[in-house]
């Protein structure tokens, strides 16, 4: 079946830091994977997708790279601000279906 | 903006008592799911409905948990009777069907079983 693994958190960083959360996948076929925020006290939400190989998704200053070699979609920014603080969940949807798996999730914490 | 509308936002109950949790999908969306949140287990699909229809509850506890779609602006939840374990936050969330199109959360249900 499909499945989602991220790095553990919480992830602590320095405003202005680079940030990496690592996301691996398995699935058949070729899925969309999404990568999703949850703030404090609310819903998810997207944040930015890739539906093909070599894809790269981009919102808000976050990226990720759809690589299929490596069933990879890490997420990438640049400089965090405090308020990227939040829970960050890799998904994907595969062909066969419409359900969203989910990974674990990670949590970030960003320090002034 | 079309949001995926929860009620109620919060709700404390005792052992046994009945809970039911509400979801108003976004009009136009034929797909729903439920799922589950805690700090152990993180996010769980407790059950998938297309079109109205239940295609997945294989997540759910069958004996105390039930799921419904009267119509097709209005999704249910219920857990009768409801136990301590039950607690956390309980997210619907509504789609359009295809394979590559993101999914939209409500802001949950938190509830808590005494």
């Known amino acids: 079946g499909n499945s989602v693994t991220q790095m553990e958190g919480p992830v602590t960083l320095s405003e202005e830091a680079f940030l990496t959360i690592n996301c691996t996948y398995t699935?058949?076929?070729?899925?969309?994977l999404f990568w999703y925020v949850q703030y404090p006290g609310e819903g998810l939400q997207l944040l930015l997708k890739?539906?093909?190989?070599?894809d790269k998704g981009s919102n808000k200053g976050f990226e990720a790279t759809y690589r299929k070699e490596t069933t990879s979609f890490h997420l990438e920014k640049g400089s965090v601000q405090v308020s990227d603080s939040a829970v960050y969940f890799c998904?994907?949807?595969?062909?066969?279906?419409?359900?969203?798996?989910f990974g674990g999730g990670t949590r970030l914490m960003v320090k002034p | 903006d079309a949001r995926v509308t929860q009620t109620p936002r919060h709700k404390v109950t005792e052992m046994g008592q009945e809970v039911t949790m509400r979801c108003q999908p976004i009009?136009?969306?034929?797909?729903v799911f439920w799922y589950r949140q805690t700090m152990m287990q993180g996010l769980e699909l407790l059950a998938y409905?297309?079109?109205?229809?239940?295609?997945?509850d294989s997540g759910m506890p069958k004996d105390r948990f039930s799921a419904e779609m009267p119509d097709a602006t209005l999704a249910t939840l219920k857990i009768q009777p409801s136990e301590p374990r039950d607690s956390a936050v309980y997210f619907c969330?509504?789609?359009?069907?295809?394979?590559?199109?993101?999914?939209?959360f409500g802001s949950g249900t938190q509830l808590s079983v005494l």
């Open positions: 969330a509504s789609g359009t069907g295809a394979t590559n199109e993101k999914l939209f």
């Open positions: 699935a058949t076929g070729y899925p969309s």
């Open positions: 890739a539906t093909k190989a070599d």
């Open positions: 998904a994907l949807k595969g062909n066969a279906g419409n359900m969203l798996t």
């Open positions: 009009l136009g969306h034929n797909t």
């Open positions: 409905f297309r079109n109205r229809a239940p295609l997945d």
